[in-house]
């Protein structure tokens, strides 16, 4: 995908272990900016947020085109499990993994015929959805 890793990690930290119609009403309220991801690792130059009352820490942003794009991931497996013939409703996010891709390579021109390197950090996306196990507890009578 090309968006940015640290950006995306971060969505995807945020969302794991979510229920799958949560973490696409969550998405969608990053989208509109009513929630905010907090960030975690990369937070270092990132601003202090009111919003981030209800999280342990302080840093936090509104990744938009990030979470655009996990937004299409996560429709695209909603998708594949109704195709399956699993239950929409229990499904939950057991695993997002965000990797480092190969960084694109461009140039930009400077001040007095300089010329410095302008890298892209684009990244990979994995996702499993799995269905919560409904056990029912029966007792029998002999």
């Known amino acids: 995908m090309k968006v940015h890793f640290k950006?995306?990690?971060?969505?995807?930290?945020?969302i794991k272990g979510l229920n799958l119609n949560r973490a696409k009403q969550?998405?969608?309220?990053v989208i509109k900016k009513t929630e905010i991801v907090p960030f975690?690792?990369?937070?270092?130059?990132?601003?202090r947020k009111s919003q981030l009352k209800k999280f342990k820490g302080t840093s936090g942003r509104w990744p938009v085109k990030s979470a655009q794009n996990i937004f299409q991931i996560l429709r695209n497996a909603e998708a594949n499990a109704k195709e399956k013939g699993l239950c929409l409703n229990s499904l939950y996010i057991k695993k997002i993994e965000v990797h480092k891709a190969m960084k694109g390579h461009r140039r930009t021109f400077?001040?007095?015929?300089?010329?410095?390197a302008f890298s892209s950090h684009p990244c990979h996306v994995e996702l499993w959805l799995l269905e919560k196990n409904t056990r029912i507890n029966r007792?029998?009578?002999a």
């Open 7 to 14: 950006n995306t990690r971060e969505v995807a930290h945020s």
């Open 139 to 141: 007792t029998f009578a």
């Open 26 to 29: 969550y998405l969608q309220n």
């Open 110 to 116: 400077r001040a007095h015929g300089r010329v410095n």
């Open 40 to 47: 975690v690792r990369y937070r270092y130059g990132v601003g």
